[in-house]
Every structure is written in structure tokens, then in C-alpha cells.
């Protein structure tokens, strides 16, 4: 029989530095044979949900972690048998060196990126880039033990312990309840998996049934998911912040501290904006497509932006300089349950009305099931947030952190307005500009929100602009 190995593989971190995620599921059980590149489990960072695909084919031997957890990037999440192909490895990369590296806290892997790195037979093992790996191998009855290699069989694999040294392993409802309590999560033994702190170990840490009411009112909740009612009912729901819209609200504040922001206003009749919807729709070439007046918004902001490219930069603090982009990343606000995120479409600027309408649904889709990469979430240049489908006609949007202006699109409304001369019924939308006063003079924006509305008044004013 061929020897196998223990790999345990540790959350890397997926993007832009993000330092926690939370398991929200896993896709396999202990005992499940897993392909490479086979998605293992979803988990939620602070800008999206991910699929992790796993980096091993093998037999899963272990969960180190439960759904619903907080785990820090570095920290083993699952075990994987692996046959071992008995090929040399690099002193740093024998069991006992990453065992003593990571264990003993000395050296911390490389975990920025992720990405499955194909196993191979015949060649040289390499060094396992962007995963944290711990390689421990199991030798089978009749063969001879590497003399200096700790073997460690099957059977008694266990989920690390917590560390003294380390933070207390908890979820955010269960400190948030330790805070409440005035308990110090250092002092309680955690008896979940890894050594997890659980709501009824820092319960019983106080001694159980004499908790306050208000411990009583926060135990009645599942960890790490919003209070729910109870059938008195609750005067207070609290729901743990965390995730996207933990990630949201910090780069907002941000954002709304930093930039000066200037918001202007322009009400336009996009009555011939609408019909012309209408005869795309009814066109045997649009068939399949879906146009939608956010549709049209976002082909002007890309036209108007040649003439004011002013408003695709940013301001650069560090170098104090002014970046502006010669590409377009057109970031769409979605709002979703997990809260408000922003994807772009790469190089919008290069694609055509067909282009840009499959763009946008497929980011709407995405986003909707929760989808989204930290790829799309990443690299705006310019956003539009489309405010109208709930009915709103105007507001002040917050600049997205690194981008210089954002557009607010209205709802489209039937309204007395005046035409030719007259006093008809037309179709008008108001759109909110805001921008960066550092990079974006007064002029600078007045002009561009003049363009998009002239575009959109009359959508024949393009030949005008190109």
C-alpha cells in the first residue's frame, strides 16, 4: 500500500488584504473524495461571497471550522488525505519545518492570492504558492518510517487548540455577549471546534442561570445571525455587523470624511431617451437583450466622459497627485442582502449598447445571488447608482472610495413640463452628480452632467460628441 499525508489547508487571504472571512457553508463532509479544484465550501469576506475550490485531490479528513464562523486568515479550515508520491522536498518544506514555521509562529506563509496549484508526480515538489499547507505523512503498516520525520496516523489528527498568545476565537455575537457580561474571553476554555468560544461557554463561565436580562435577551439568539422576535416580542433587534456592509460602512465614513464632495442636480426630459427604449426593444437586432433606461444612463456617462475625462481619476494622498484613468471601470451600485456593494464592468468604455446591456445583467445576476468576485468589486474608476428603482428622484451619493464622482439616476416620471412653447405631460428624470473638489473642478462637473443630460434630451446628440 502507498504512504499518504496529512495537508491542511488555511484560509488565504482572497483580495486587497482582508484579514477574516466567515464560513457560511460547506460544500463537502469528512470522508468525501474531492477533485482539484472541486468547490469546497462558500465563505463571505468583507467584500463578497467566494467559492473556495480546493487546492488538494484527496479524501477530507477534517473540519476545523463550523458555518457561521469568523476565521482569521492563516487559520486551518480543512484536512486532506493526499497520496504521498514520495518526491523530495525542500528542507523548508518537510513536515517537521512547516510544522515548527507555523506552529511556533515563527514564519507566516505567503496567503495573498488564491489560487489551486496543480499537483504533480515525476517532478520535484514545489513550493506551494499563495496556500498555507501543512504536510504531515502517514506511513502504512510494513513500510519504514523516515527516521527523522514525525508520522502522525489518521486517527489521531486533531483541529490545533488555541494558542495562549492568540486572540480568543469567538464570533462577534458571542464578545459582543462576553462585553455584556464584563467576561474576559482569555480567561474562558473554548469547547467548540479549534477551540471556538461558544455563547454557552461564556454563559457557563459566569454561571449559566444567573445571567442578566439582557444576556438572557442575546442568548436567545443563533450565533452569528440576527435576533429574531421572540413571540412577546423584542423591543431591541440587533444584528452583528460584519461582512460587506462592515466593510461598506468603513469605507464610506471614509470616504465622506476624506473627499469634499460637491453634489449638483439637472432635471431632463428623457422623454425621447424613452422612446427610442422602445424602438430598440421592438428591433429584431435587440432580441434577447435587456434595455433598460440604466442602460442608456450608463452609454452617456461613457460618452460624456471622453469630453470630461476630469471626473475618471482619483486623488492620490500619498504622491499628491492626480491619477486619471485612460480606461473605464464602471462601477453599478446593487444593493443586495448582504448589503451595498459596488461591482464595475472592465473596460466599459470599449463596448458597444449590446455589450454594455449583457454587462449589466450579468453583474445584476451576480450580485443577486451573491455572486460577485473581488475581482468585479475591485478597480472602479467611475460609479452610477440607480436610486430610481425605488422610487426616489434625487439624493446626494457618497463618492465609492478611490473614484472621483458618482452618478445618482431618478426615477423616470410623468410630469408637466414645458415643450415647445407648451405645457405637455413628458417623462422626466432628475440625476444627482457628486464629486471629488479636489479633482473635479465646479466647471469640470457642470459640464459633464450637462453632456449626459443633452444625450439623454436627445439621444441624436451623440454625432455631436464623438
Known amino acids: 500500500m502507498s504512504a499518504t499525508m496529512i495537508k491542511e489547508f488555511r484560509l488565504p487571504d482572497l483580495g486587497e488584504g482582508l484579514t477574516e472571512s466567515e464560513i457560511l457553508s460547506w460544500k463537502v463532509g469528512v470522508g468525501d473524495t474531492v477533485s482539484l479544484n472541486q468547490v469546497i465550501a462558500e465563505v463571505e469576506t468583507a467584500k463578497a461571497v467566494v467559492e473556495l475550490p480546493s487546492p488538494f485531490a484527496g ?152 445571567l442578566p436580562a439582557a444576556a438572557h435577551h442575546l442568548s436567545a439568539v443563533p450565533e452569528g445571525r440576527p435576533e429574531e422576535p421572540s413571540a412577546g416580542g423584542q423591543r431591541e433587534t440587533r444584528t452583528p455587523i460584519k461582512g460587506v456592509r462592515k466593510f461598506t460602512a468603513a469605507a464610506m465614513v471614509a470616504s465622506a470624511f476624506t473627499a469634499p464632495h460637491v453634489t449638483e442636480f439637472l432635471t431632463v426630459d ?68 448582504r448589503g451595498l456593494t459596488v461591482p464595475n464592468i472592465k473596460d466599459a468604455d470599449a463596448l458597444t449598447l449590446m455589450g454594455l446591456s449583457e454587462a449589466l445583467t450579468g453583474l445584476a445576476e451576480s450580485a443577486r445571488a451573491g455572486k460577485t468576485t473581488p475581482a468585479e468589486l475591485s478597480g ?36 408637466p ?9 413628458r417623462q422626466v428624470m432628475t440625476l444627482s452628480l457628486s464629486f471629488d473638489h479636489r479633482v473635479v473642478d465646479g466647471e469640470q462637473g457642470s459640464r459633464f452632467l450637462a453632456d449626459v443630460g443633452a444625450i439623454l434630451a436627445e439621444p441624436g446628440m451623440v454625432l455631436t460628441m464623438v
Open 59 to 210: 479524501v477530507i479528513t477534517a473540519l476545523h471550522e463550523q458555518p457561521g464562523t469568523v476565521v482569521e486568515v492563516g487559520k486551518p479550515i480543512v484536512s486532506f488525505e493526499v497520496p504521498d508520491d514520495g518526491a523530495p522536498r525542500p528542507a523548508a518544506e518537510t513536515p517537521a519545518a512547516a510544522t515548527t514555521a507555523v506552529g511556533a509562529g515563527k514564519r507566516e506563509p505567503n496567503l495573498v492570492g488564491y489560487g489551486a496549484v496543480v499537483e504533480s508526480s515525476g517532478r520535484p515538489a514545489r513550493r506551494a504558492r499563495n496556500l498555507a499547507v501543512v504536510e504531515v505523512p502517514v506511513v502504512e503498516p510494513g513500510e519504514t518510517k523516515p527516521p527523522e520525520t514525525p508520522v502522525v496516523e489518521l486517527a489521531e489528527t486533531k483541529p490545533p487548540q488555541t494558542r495562549p498568545s492568540e486572540r480568543p476565537r469567538s464570533t462577534p455575537p458571542v464578545r459582543k455577549l462576553a462585553k455584556d457580561l464584563g467576561v474576559d474571553l482569555a480567561a474562558v476554555a473554548g469547547t467548540g471546534p479549534g477551540g471556538l468560544i461558544s455563547r454557552d461557554d461564556v454563559r457557563n463561565f459566569v454561571g449559566g442561570g444567573d
Open 270 to 337: 428623457v422623454t425621447p431617451t424613452m422612446d427610442l427604449l422602445a424602438r430598440l426593444k421592438a428591433n429584431r437586432a435587440f432580441a434577447g437583450y435587456k434595455l433598460t433606461p440604466l442602460t442608456i444612463v450608463a452609454k452617456a456617462v461613457l460618452i460624456a466622459l471622453r469630453r470630461n475625462p476630469s471626473l475618471n481619476s482619483r486623488w492620490d494622498e500619498s504622491s499628491q497627485e492626480i491619477v486619471q484613468f485612460n480606461y473605464v471601470n464602471l462601477g453599478i451600485a446593487a444593493a443586495t442582502p
Open 380 to 415: 472602479g474608476t467611475i460609479s452610477i447608482t440607480n436610486i430610481g428603482v425605488f422610487g426616489i428622484d434625487a439624493g446626494t451619493p457618497i463618492l465609492n472610495p478611490g473614484e472621483a464622482a458618482i452618478l445618482a439616476v431618478g426615477a423616470v416620471r410623468n410630469m
Open 417 to 425: 413640463w414645458e415643450y415647445q412653447g407648451e405645457v405637455a405631460l
